[in-house]
């Protein structure tokens, strides 16, 4: 067998398992905001514990691609290539983070009614979901248009966590009583901006693939 189909078999492992990491990351975006608006504890402790499974995930990820640079000799397309996808890796691994950190603030609120509906930070979890899936598929396919309308909607995640920190603040001012739950439910909201951010950071990966730069707006 020649050396590129050997390359190319482990390229697509890579590939694979990233798609399967993404998977597991944009569930689990999904599962953390689901078990603070259920009041679900037990799910919230899957997420916590689950967040092993992420860190295993990338790390078995890091040594196929650690295996590929020792292994494969790669020319520039499939090094910046490679190289992304430990980036894309590392950040899929924070955003679990960010996950694991939301399913906490669900155990803190145990017992307790909220200070209003949940209806803006569902509605940003499904967002920041969609632009991780998103993301990953434009890297995987190399999709430099559904690259930049990820970046593009950074922008709407921006505004809506604008307008969820304007409201808590206005509750937290108006009736002090509600000013400890408005702050936990703006950290929430922070984290879900920041995952939208690294969903941003994934779309610059497909860029430099392609492109061999990070301007996302040329």
């Known amino acids: 067998m020649s050396a590129r189909p050997i390359l190319d078999n482990e390229l697509n492992a890579i590939a694979d398992a990233v798609i ?49 640079f020792a292994t494969q000799q790669p020319l520039a397309g499939d090094l ?21 950190d939301i399913a906490k603030y669900t155990l803190r609120f145990e017992n307790e009614a909220y200070i209003k509906d949940l209806v803006d930070i569902p509605r940003m979890s499904d967002m ?29 995640m ?9 409201e808590l603040l206005g509750l ?7 000013a400890r739950q408005s702050v936990m439910f703006l950290f929430i909201a922070a984290h879900l901006e920041r995952i939208a951010d690294y969903a941003t950071n994934i779309c610059e990966e497909t860029v430099f693939v392609m492109e061999g730069n990070y301007e996302m707006e040329s």
């Open 158 to 166: 921006d505004e809506m966590f604008r307008n969820i920190h304007d």
């Open 80 to 100: 910046r290539y490679v190289i992304s996808i430990m980036n894309i890796i590392r950040d899929l691994e924070r955003i679990g983070d960010h996950c694991e």
């Open 172 to 178: 937290a001012e108006k009736d002090h009583t509600k």
């Open 20 to 68: 399967e990491m993404g998977a597991v990351i944009e569930r689990t975006i999904r599962d953390s905001i689901t078990s603070l608006k259920e009041r679900d504890p037990a799910l919230a402790m899957a997420i916590i514990s689950g967040d092993e499974v992420v860190d295993d995930m990338e790390d078995e990820i890091s040594d196929l691609c650690l295996k590929f």
């Open 128 to 156: 920041a979901a969609r632009m991780v899936r998103n993301a990953i598929d434009s890297h995987i396919n190399r999709d430099l248009r559904l690259a930049r309308k990820v970046w593009k909607a950074d922008e709407e």
